[in-house]
């Protein structure tokens, strides 16, 4: 709307908090979807991945798995941009030229993060269930395979900022408002797991 200039609650809360990052950041059990891009028109999204970017949204999901969900050495997956994740440069040099050294970087100092993976593979074999967290590219890369394998049960978390803030995974269907036809399920699961997340920030 003209009054909220913000393509998603992410950025809105991101800099009402003063946050210096933020990942949006789907849950359901223990699968975790980012996305790096987050509300970003597709034809933005190539130009927008840097090194810079890539390892801030790797730092804040690191640091999130940690406090947030208690984990104490996290495994990160991260996918390619581009199809089969560039086919060694034959099909795009994101993958190349920017995300493989980045994951370099931090396979050097010990830490486990893993990739670039092929999107539709990775999926395709359920890999994500081998890891405790999925970095995605770009939106509908990340929010496809986990809606399609998590709607009634995602949650929305906003990782990276200094309160708790979930939210169920899908929009505010208002064209069924008042009608008794809504689920709540999703809306359940996002206050039980914020209540799981502040008893771990707490170390409750």
């Known amino acids: 709307s003209e009054d909220f200039k913000f393509p998603g609650h992410t950025e809105y809360l991101t800099e009402r908090f003063e946050a210096k990052n933020s990942l949006m950041m789907m849950v359901s059990d223990g699968f975790r979807m980012g996305v790096a891009t987050g509300h970003l028109p597709l034809q933005d999204v190539s130009k927008a991945l840097t090194k810079e970017l890539i390892k801030s949204k790797i730092d804040v999901f690191l640091q999130s798995l940690q406090e947030d969900f208690a984990i104490e050495k996290p495994k990160l997956a991260v996918l390619g941009l581009n199809p089969h994740a560039?086919?060694?440069?034959?099909?795009?040099?994101?993958?190349?030229?920017i995300i493989q050294p980045v994951i370099e970087e931090y396979r050097k100092r010990g830490v486990l993060v893993f990739g670039p993976y092929p999107a539709d593979g990775f999926f395709?074999?359920?890999?994500?269930?081998?890891?405790?967290?999925?970095?995605?590219m770009y939106h509908d890369q990340g929010l496809i395979p986990f809606k399609y394998i998590a709607f009634e049960t995602g949650v929305n978390f906003t990782a990276g900022l200094p309160i708790i803030r979930t939210s169920p995974d899908h929009g505010t269907a208002y064209d069924i408002a008042g009608k008794n036809e809504a689920d709540p399920s999703s809306f359940l699961h996002a206050f039980f797991l914020a209540i799981d997340l502040v008893k771990n920030r707490m170390h409750v």
């Open 124 to 136: 395709g074999k359920a890999q994500f269930k081998e890891f405790d967290g999925v970095l995605g």
């Open 86 to 97: 560039g086919e060694s440069g034959l099909l795009g040099q994101e993958e190349l030229e």
